[in-house]
């Protein structure tokens, strides 16, 4: 059993900058992936940023130059530095991991960008 645990999601005024955390435990034996997905209402969960094992990185196209996904290896842990934030990033963020031909998800946390 893993366990995503984000925090970091908030309210935040336009140009504002934010940071998400993610947190995994559990039964990890070797993580492939931790990334970062989006939904706002009524519109499909899109991907926001993902990094690999190996440290490879792929970001939307609406996010690239504003956000930054960064990894500690050591706690299992994944983090989303969201800077320059729009109204149009406004959605629940949630975190996923992939190990060993299993994806999980995190519970989702809200960020708002509004003035």
Not at 39 to 63: F, M, W
Request: charged share 15%; net charge positive; proline share 3%.
């Amino acid at each position: 059993q893993v366990q995503l645990v984000e925090s970091g999601g908030g309210l935040v005024q336009p140009g504002g900058s934010l940071r998400l955390s993610c947190a995994a435990s559990g039964s990890i034996s070797r993580i492939n992936y931790m990334g970062w997905y989006r939904q706002a209402p009524g519109k499909q969960r899109e991907l926001v940023a993902v990094i690999t094992s190996g440290g490879s990185i792929n970001y939307a196209d609406s996010v690239k130059g504003r956000f930054t996904i960064s990894r500690d290896n050591a706690k299992n842990t994944v983090y989303l530095e969201m800077n320059s934030l729009k109204p149009e990033d406004t959605a629940v963020y949630y975190c996923n991991l992939g190990s060993q031909g299993r994806h999980y998800w995190g519970q989702g946390t809200q960020v708002t960008v509004s003035s």
